[in-house]
């Protein structure tokens, strides 16, 4: 292996070292800090020209520059993706060269692979639910006095807009840069993966479990149907009926 690549190497490994930190140090000190190393890595994979881990950095730096930006920082995963597909609209050469947005191919297989995927996912959120019985009152709370319509329509939009904006981040963006270098499935797999379950170590289910269920879940289980759909549009599905589940879950006691 040339230096460049072990440079390359380093320098994709360090952007998702620089999230796990954030996530467990959290700080705007420390938000600053990793956006400005990422946006050099992202300055540096431009030169070398290396487009799809170009667009994996900048995604980044944006959403670690919302994790500090008032507003922003309340939801920074999708506010980051909405001004990475801005740039990508402004400046076309973001994304004449890149590879990330993958529709896939429909297959008999696929579909059977997306259905246990559906089942086994909706089953580990279930008994998780009532192993733990956690505190979901916090997700609902701003939709109580609502009518169930509005409930379900909102429940149905959350779990469709997540979705897209999950799997275009880790599926798409982070899956493609990981591949595009490694080339080995288990390592870029696995490293979106990693990302994809820090990602939700305050999400629902969060802390440890949170991360653990993420990483078979969210990050092997959807990067594999990615991997083997080559595309997005399975992964996609089967994230909306898993956050289906999660807001079923939660809003059961209003619907």
């Known amino acids: 292996m040339d230096c460049k690549k072990i440079i390359k190497s380093i320098a994709l ?20 800090l990793f956006a400005v190393l990422i946006f050099g890595i992202f300055i540096w994979f431009n030169y070398i020209k290396s487009y ?26 999708p506010a980051g993706f909405l001004l990475f597909l801005i740039l990508q609209i402004v400046f076309p050469n973001l994304r004449k060269n ?10 008999s297989k696929n579909v059977v692979l997306l259905i246990l995927t559906i089942v086994i996912s909706a089953g580990i959120l279930v008994l998780w639910y009532l192993i733990t019985l956690p505190d979901l009152n916090p997700m609902v709370t701003s939709l109580k006095d609502k009518s169930k ?17 999950e799997e275009s981040i880790f599926d798409g963006i982070c899956y493609r840069a990981m591949e595009e270098h490694f080339k080995i499935p288990i390592i870029f797999i ?5 990302s994809y379950s820090v990602s939700h170590f305050h999400g629902i289910p969060n802390g440890y479990i949170g991360i ?13 149907l990615r991997y083997l759909s080559k595309g997005l549009v399975f992964p996609v599905i089967a994230h909306i009926f898993a956050d289906l589940t999660i807001a079923i879950l939660a809003f059961s006691v209003l619907i």
């Open 13 to 32: 490994v360090s952007i998702i070292v620089f999230q796990i930190l954030l996530t467990f140090f959290p700080s705007k000190e420390s938000a600053i």
């Open 52 to 77: 799809d881990s170009m667009n994996f950095a900048l995604l980044y730096f944006l959403i670690m520059i919302c994790n500090f930006l008032p507003y922003f920082r309340f939801w920074p995963m």
């Open 98 to 107: 890149s590879k990330w947005f993958k529709v896939g191919k429909y297959s």
């Open 149 to 165: 319509i509005v409930i379900i329509i909102s429940i149905i939009c959350f779990a469709i807009i997540n979705a897209i904006v």
């Open 190 to 194: 696995g490293l979106q993966a990693l």
């Open 212 to 224: 653990l269920l993420s990483f078979i879940y969210g990050g092997l289980m959807l990067g594999g």
